[in-house]
């Protein structure tokens, strides 16, 4: 409930961007990115939402509270996205362990790399599939491995790009914790993450 509250708030923040998506329509190709785009179809919606481009990204902060940060990412291709400064601070909210949580606070900002598929050409809309999140933290007098891991193949991890403002809006779902190979429940709820672009650079 709280994911949808959140995803409600970032739905009326952007305004004109319009987040709210059709891809409800496509449940039934959860399981595979290509929803029948011809080639040239594809190369037509990476021609309008390839670049760089600069915004903001909003998330709970460590006290539950809502919060954003400056951030940037490209789009190289028409299936490669990367956030290539991404912060561990917007990771914190979701995390019960207060150790923890500041380790993830403190740890430098490291890329995100997402695989995309374009699903929709009017609006422009496509899956995004991002890598798992790999931490090396020392906190609680030990060395630990953790993961972030995201929804993929799904319809709630996805971008829709507004042509008339040029503005590109994505939502990535933070769905499981894992710490030393282990599943951990110090995460209990999934998370949205909530891009808005300012300016495609």
């Known amino acids: ?3 949808l509250k959140f995803l409600s708030w970032a739905c009326c923040l952007a305004g004109a961007l319009a987040v709210v998506s059709c891809l409800s329509d496509n449940d039934d190709n959860n399981n595979n990115q290509s929803t ?3 080639a040239s179809e594809k190369a037509l919606c ?3 939402v390839g670049g760089d481009y600069a915004g903001k990204l909003y998330f709970y902060d460590s006290s539950r509270e809502r ?4 951030i940037d990412w490209y789009i190289p291709s028409d299936s490669v996205m990367t ?6 601070k917007a990771l914190a909210g979701c995390i019960s362990n207060s ?3 500041e380790a993830l606070e403190a740890a430098p900002d490291q890329p995100l790399d997402c695989r995309i598929g374009f699903i929709n050409m009017s609006p422009i809309e496509f899956l995004i599939n991002p890598q798992t999140l790999t931490y090396n933290l020392n906190y609680s007098g030990g060395d630990h491995k953790v993961q972030v891991l995201f929804y993929v193949n799904n319809t709630y991890s996805y971008g829709t790009y507004n042509a008339s403002s040029h503005e590109l809006g994505m939502q990535l779902i933070i769905g499981a914790l894992y ?3 282990k599943q951990s429940t110090y995460m209990t709820t999934d998370v949205p993450l909530i891009f808005i672009s300012k300016t495609q650079l």
């Not at 919060?67 to 400056?70: M, P, T």
């Not at 956030?83 to 561990?88: I, M």
């Open 1 to 3: 409930m709280k994911s």
């Open 179 to 181: 710490i030393d190979d």
């Open 99 to 101: 150790a923890l949580k």
């Open 36 to 38: 029948g785009l011809s």
């Open 46 to 48: 990476f021609a309008a």
């Open 67 to 70: 919060d954003s940060v400056d």
């Open 83 to 88: 956030v290539p400064q991404f912060p561990g």
